[in-house]
C-alpha cells in the first residue's frame, strides 16, 4: 500500500527543512561595546518580534538595541540600533543590518568588524563589534 503525504503533511515536512540550521540549538548575539575606556558585553537571544526589545543605556548619552531575529526567514538577521538620549527624547544615529551569521569564528572582530558611533553634541565615541555564540547546555 502507497501512502501520499496530505497537502499539510507536505507543507510541515517542507517547512522543517527550510527552517534555520540552528532554529533548536541554543545561541546568541554577543556585542562588545566600548564606551569611556570600559567594555561590556551586551547579549541577545533571538525573538520571534523586535519590538518587545529594549535599549540598553551605554553611558550617559548613548542607548544600544540589538534585535537577533531568527523567524520568519524572510526579515530575519541581525539589527543593531544606537541612539543618543536627548532631553526630548532617543534620536537614531546609527543603524546596521546584517544576515544571520554563520557558525564558527567570524575573524577578530566577529561578524560586524569593528564599529564606531559618534555622538555630534557631545563629541563621544562608541565602538562595538558583534558575534554569535553557541550556549552549551
Known amino acids: 500500500m502507497r501512502t501520499r503525504l496530505r497537502p499539510f503533511g507536505l507543507a510541515c515536512l517542507l517547512a522543517g527543512l527550510s527552517a534555520p540550521a540552528f532554529a533548536g540549538a541554543a545561541q546568541r548575539i554577543d556585542c562588545h561595546i566600548t564606551y569611556g575606556g570600559e567594555t561590556r558585553v551586551h547579549s541577545?537571544?533571538?525573538?520571534?518580534?523586535?519590538?518587545g526589545v529594549e535599549a540598553v543605556a551605554v553611558g550617559s548619552y548613548f542607548l544600544f538595541k540589538?534585535?537577533?531575529?531568527?523567524?520568519?526567514?524572510?526579515?530575519?538577521?541581525?539589527?543593531?540600533?544606537?541612539?543618543?538620549?536627548?532631553e526630548y527624547g532617543p534620536v537614531l544615529i546609527h543603524q546596521a543590518s546584517y544576515a544571520l551569521p554563520r557558525p564558527g569564528p567570524g575573524g577578530e572582530h566577529g561578524?560586524?568588524?569593528?564599529?564606531?558611533?559618534?555622538?555630534?553634541?557631545?563629541?563621544?565615541?562608541l565602538e562595538f563589534w558583534c558575534?554569535?555564540?553557541e550556549v552549551q547546555r
Open 131 to 133: 558575534e554569535r555564540v
Open 66 to 86: 540589538l534585535v537577533f531575529q531568527a523567524r520568519p526567514a524572510d526579515i530575519s538577521g541581525v539589527r543593531i540600533y544606537t541612539y543618543v538620549d536627548r
Open 44 to 51: 541577545a537571544t533571538h525573538v520571534d518580534s523586535p519590538y
Open 111 to 125: 561578524f560586524t568588524g569593528l564599529q564606531r558611533v559618534y555622538e555630534p553634541v557631545r563629541d563621544s565615541e
